[in-house]
């Protein structure tokens, strides 16, 4: 009767280059001794048609040794040194790859706006952005985005970029010029139904402004585009420059100017995309 595989585990084993048999009949072998073909091919749930293919395929990627006398029987390769070449032949095949790739010609079409549709596209964008500063970086981020984009900013801060980050929440970094602009966020986010506008310019000529929401979808512009970068950066200035103006403001200072005409109407509510 096949045993119970984790799935998971199947397609952990997939993307290291395991097929869907290779990968069941590597997981019956681990940890029973020798088998039969037979005895895999029961317990991986791989057809008899299949399974001598199989650990034929197996033996030549070096994941099972094989005994030849009567009868074959097979033994798994202990997964951590399966696991170990990997690795190394996975670092070795990256590094040559970057190797070959970095001789390549590169023409670069400066300017152009490219259109992010996923966190999962727009986080790494974040990290390349910051990764590649050199000198400065400006940035705007939440406390919802600090577990994924603060550690960046961190680390640029460590490597001597000088990192200015305005904070809407309570979060906070170690290294970086931090500005508290908590009660900024709590106002932006009753504009802005839940919608938070994320921001890192890199050297003042490389972006990502990102919008994440509790009921819109992730989206963010990537840009090298001189415009967008300069008025990213202006942004962030100007909500770090406010908060600090109305720091220095009494409480009943603070109440007439939010009184005033132009205030009320800058500091309406924003209609919602999903309204």
Same mark, same amino acid.
């Given at each position: 009767?096949?045993?119970?595989?984790?799935?998971?585990?199947?397609?952990?084993?997939?993307?290291?280059?395991?097929?869907?048999?290779?990968?069941?009949?590597?997981?019956?072998?681990? /940890? *029973? /001794?020798?088998?039969?073909?037979?005895?895999?091919?029961? /317990?991986?749930?791989?057809?008899?048609?299949?399974?001598?293919?199989?650990?034929?395929?197996? &033996?030549?990627?070096?994941?099972?040794?094989?005994? *030849?006398?009567?009868?074959?029987?097979?033994?798994?390769?202990?997964?951590?040194?399966?696991?170990? $070449?990997?690795?190394?032949?996975?670092?070795?095949?990256?590094?040559? =790859?970057?190797?070959?790739?970095?001789?390549?010609?590169?023409?670069?079409?400066?300017?152009?706006?490219?259109?992010?549709?996923?966190? @999962?596209?727009? $986080?790494?964008?974040?990290? +390349?952005?910051?990764?590649?500063?050199?000198?400065?970086?400006?940035?705007?981020?939440? #406390? &919802?985005?600090? #577990?994924?984009?603060?550690?960046?900013?961190?680390?640029?801060?460590?490597?001597?970029?000088?990192?200015?980050? =305005?904070?809407? /929440?309570?979060?906070?970094?170690?290294?970086?010029?931090?500005?508290?602009?908590?009660?900024?966020?709590?106002?932006? +986010?009753?504009?802005?139904?839940?919608?938070?506008?994320?921001?890192?310019?890199?050297?003042?000529?490389?972006?990502?402004?990102?919008?994440?929401?509790? *009921? %819109?979808?992730?989206?963010?512009?990537? %840009?090298?585009?001189?415009?967008?970068?300069?008025? =990213?950066?202006?942004?962030?200035?100007?909500?770090?420059?406010? +908060?600090?103006?109305?720091?220095?403001?009494? =409480?009943?200072?603070?109440? +007439?100017?939010?009184?005033?005409?132009?205030?009320?109407?800058?500091?309406?509510?924003?209609?919602? @995309?999903?309204?």
């Amino acid at each position: 009767m096949p045993m119970t595989i984790d799935p998971e585990l199947i397609n952990t084993l997939t993307r290291l280059g395991f097929s869907q048999y290779e990968a069941q009949a590597y997981i019956a072998l681990v /940890g *029973r /001794g020798a088998l039969t073909g037979a005895e895999v091919g029961r /317990g991986a749930g791989v057809p008899p048609s299949k399974i001598y293919e199989t650990l034929g395929r197996l &033996e030549s990627k070096g994941a099972v040794l094989v005994n *030849r006398s009567e009868p074959v029987r097979y033994l798994a390769v202990p997964h951590a040194e399966l696991l170990a $070449v990997a690795r190394s032949r996975f670092e070795a095949d990256v590094f040559a =790859a970057k190797e070959k790739l970095d001789d390549l010609p590169v023409q670069e079409e400066l300017g152009l706006v490219w259109s992010l549709r996923s966190r @999962q596209t727009i $986080v790494p964008a974040f990290a +390349r952005v910051t990764a590649g500063a050199e000198r400065r970086i400006f940035a705007g981020i939440w #406390d &919802e985005e600090m #577990d994924e984009i603060g550690p960046l900013l961190e680390q640029a801060a460590a490597r001597g970029v000088e990192t200015h980050v =305005a904070i809407y /929440g309570k979060r906070t970094l170690v290294g970086p010029h931090t500005y508290d602009l908590s009660e900024c966020g709590a106002s932006a +986010r009753l504009r802005l139904s839940g919608r938070r506008l994320a921001v890192v310019v890199a050297d003042d000529n490389e972006t990502v402004v990102a919008e994440f929401g509790d *009921r %819109t979808p992730d989206q963010a512009v990537l %840009t090298t585009n001189a415009v967008t970068c300069l008025l =990213a950066v202006e942004y962030i200035k100007a909500d770090v420059s406010g +908060r600090l103006l109305i720091n220095a403001l009494s =409480a009943s200072e603070y109440q +007439r100017l939010l009184a005033t005409p132009d205030m009320r109407a800058i500091l309406s509510p924003a209609v919602s @995309q999903a309204e």
